[in-house]
């Protein structure tokens, strides 16, 4: 059985309040009845479980130490660079993407926080958006999450949980005092950059997905193979990774949200439902995750035929 599977994280809003108002902005009639015509199941599975994709039986923070080569320490975690802003009663965290923060910088820093902490952890250089932290510590029963899975969402419900929490917790503290007045802040409010004022630690455990995240086409170049011709890219590529509702969502802006949900509904549901009815693909799986696990929404050709299943979008995103 050919399948395509489709990943569209943000394609449901989050705030169930807001359906009313919001949906009644969609003209969506192909991806509605997409979703209406497919059976739905659930999955233990985040976005991040998408984007980070765990190649061997070791945590993601052991698997990047090993590959640059870092070791000597009891326990490792995934370290992005990150900006915190206060927006009313919550703490919002950004993608370490909007820093545009430069290998010099990450660099300049990582020596400040080595030297700070010298004898206590390690921070290593992954990639400019991406360190790694050795530490001394046990993290067994830490529970943690990637800032692509709680963007835009108040972090205070989303610390490091666990044995070591309390001495986490005071890490990051020590952290962001350290960086309040790091000359790299400094340099950047300059140049009206925002400022690294916080680091953000976090791990991920193996995770099984129910298909191989090998052959990926996406509109994010960092997620997979470059969109470049859709139609094309889908009869080579048997993933696609489809992000552009994502961040509009999950920053609550709904203009930017209802314009790409139309793109969507103007570009891509046509495409697929082309695909289904010329039996390029006897499958087709839309998975859309979200805070509360992901929705995969199954079908094939036939399915297409079941005239009886028909529901509104609303009734759908609260189905998911």
């Known amino acids: 059985m050919k399948q395509l599977n489709v990943v569209i994280p943000g394609l449901i809003w989050s705030d ?32 991040s479980d998408f984007v980070y994709r765990t190649i061997s039986s070791c945590s993601l923070a052991k698997q990047y ?60 250089l992954y990639r400019d958006d991406l360190w790694i932290l050795g530490c001394n510590f046990q993290l067994d029963d830490m529970q943690s999450y990637p800032i692509v899975d709680i963007v835009g969402e108040n972090i205070d419900e989303f610390m490091p949980t666990g044995s070591a929490r309390i001495k986490l917790h005071g890490l990051l503290n020590e952290i962001q005092m350290l960086l309040f007045m790091h000359p790299i802040n400094q340099q950047r409010n300059e140049e009206n950059l925002l400022a690294i004022n916080s680091l953000w630690l976090w791990d991920k455990r193996p995770t099984t997905l ?18 470049t011709d859709l139609q094309r890219d889908l009869s080579i590529h048997n993933v696609l990774i489809w992000d552009k509702a994502y961040y509009p969502a999950q920053y609550r802006d709904s203009f930017a ?44 050709k036939f399915d297409l035929y079941k005239f009886w299943r028909r529901k509104t979008f609303t009734e759908l995103s609260i189905e998911s």
Do not use: M
């Not at 359906?19 to 999955?43: C, G, R």
């Not at 992005?80 to 009313?88: G, N």
């Not at 509109?219 to 969109?227: A, D, E, F, R």
């Open 16 to 47: 169930i309040g807001d359906y009313d108002y919001l949906y009644n902005q969609l003209d969506i009639p192909i991806l509605t009845n997409l979703l209406s015509k497919a059976t739905v199941s659930k999955h233990q599975l985040w976005y």
């Open 257 to 300: 949200w209802v314009k790409n949900i139309h793109e969507i509904e103007t570009h891509l549901a046509p495409l697929l439902l082309a695909l289904l009815k010329a039996k390029q693909y006897t499958q087709l799986n839309i998975w859309i995750p979200s805070l509360r696990g992901t929705s995969c929404f199954q079908l094939g």
């Open 65 to 124: 130490a090993e590959e640059i080569n870092f070791g000597g320490y009891t326990s490792y975690l995934v370290v992005e660079p990150t900006h915190l802003r206060v927006d009313r009663d919550r703490l919002l965290i950004a993608e370490s993407e909007l820093l545009q923060l430069s290998d010099s910088e990450a660099q300049e820093i990582i020596s400040s926080l080595n030297e700070h902490f010298a004898g206590e952890i390690e921070v290593r």
């Open 210 to 227: 129910p298909f191989e995240l090998k052959d990926v086409v996406s509109n994010n170049s960092q997620l997979g193979h470059p969109v």
